[in-house]
């Protein structure tokens, strides 16, 4: 049941008729567990709550279903709006953006244009951009933009994923631009030919890739709710002497509350994943399918919103 339930929901997330109509009925049915709210100003309320407690956060304005240039410019505005709302609030918070949501499959130059635009803004700020790794049809173009922005601004980090096969040489090839990277495992659904099947293939090659991004003397940031992977990078830490400043956990808005807050009571660097806007459909049913047992949570939350 579980693996049907992981399917669905996968399968759901990209559904883009399911996407209009939860923009049309808002956050309703549970999602604003996951999800911060629909404006930068209810966004910048939640990093502040996260902020007096120690915690610092990443926001991302979701847009995942752009079709026209339009959109593109529009999703490009709004990240540099929520950079601004990061300086005139004083929050403690980095921005995260998926390139598709920026125009990467209508014109691969637009994305990029639309990238150094925010880029050149997060540095006039002083602040950081991390570009979110989306499917395995995106991976390749995205590593490749990242390293063309390279060459020009250090303020900007990328998502690699453990599922895939070629990612321990991805991390390899990174090394030369000292690459500050988020390793996560690995959300959507490939096919075995470029990803592993198993879990436990999965979380021997996340270790496997942390301890090798760490060695190489690079910002790591562990995206991960797994104990057990947590305890490894404490261990690995302590054991080769990595500083505290050299990597920090990161974990989703909304899960984990009680580890994210220990964590900081620990003396680590804990960031939250903040998403918030209209566009938050595909995210939820990414947040669904990695642990379907969310989905009664959600079912609770939506008949408690609308008794």
């Known amino acids: 049941m579980e693996v049907v339930l992981r399917n669905f929901f996968q399968a759901l ?8 109509m ?4 808002g956050l309703r049915f549970g999602a604003s567990r996951f999800v911060a709210g629909i404006t930068i100003d209810e966004a910048v309320k939640s990093v502040n709550i996260l902020n007096r407690d120690g ?23 709004m990240c540099i709006e929520t950079l601004e709302a990061i300086a005139d609030s004083g929050i403690k918070s980095n921005l995260s953006l998926k390139m598709t949501s920026l125009g990467l499959d209508i014109d691969k130059q637009l994305c990029v244009d639309n990238m150094v635009q925010i880029l ?18 995106h991976c390749e173009v995205s590593i490749d933009i990242y390293r063309e922005l390279r060459k020009s601004f250090d ?21 030369q ?4 990277l988020r390793l996560v495992k690995g959300a959507y659904k490939e096919s075995s030919k470029v990803a592993f099947p198993d879990k436990k293939d999965v979380d021997e090659n996340y270790k496997k890739l942390i301890s090798q991004h760490l060695e190489n003397g690079n910002y790591t940031a562990v995206a991960t709710h797994d104990e057990a992977i947590i305890q490894y990078v404490k261990d690995e830490a302590r054991q080769k002497g990595y500083g505290r400043d050299q990597f920090e ?44 047992a969310n989905v009664w949570f959600v079912l609770n939350r939506s008949i408690e919103m609308n008794e």
């Not at 995942?64 to 505005?77: H, M, N, V």
């Not at 631009?177 to 500050?180: E, P, R, S, V």
Request: charged share 30%.
């Open 155 to 175: 303020n900007v980090g990328i998502v690699l994923q453990a599922y895939l096969y070629r990612t321990e040489q991805d991390v390899a090839e990174l090394n």
């Open 120 to 137: 050149e803004c997060a540095r006039r700020y002083n602040n950081f951009v991390r570009i979110d790794m989306e499917d395995y049809a």
């Open 55 to 77: 915690r610092v956060a990443t926001l991302d304005h979701l847009g995942e279903f752009i079709s026209t240039r339009e959109e593109a410019l529009e999703s490009t505005r």
């Open 177 to 180: 631009c000292n690459a500050n």
């Open 22 to 25: 939860a923009k049309k009925y």
């Open 13 to 20: 997330a990209k559904n883009t008729t399911a996407n209009q």
């Open 249 to 292: 956990f990161q974990m989703l808005y909304g899960i984990a509350e009680d580890l994210q807050k220990r964590l900081v009571k620990e003396g680590y660097k804990v960031r939250v994943y903040v998403p918030y806007g209209r566009d938050w459909f595909g995210y939820n049913m990414r947040r669904l399918a990695e642990r379907p």
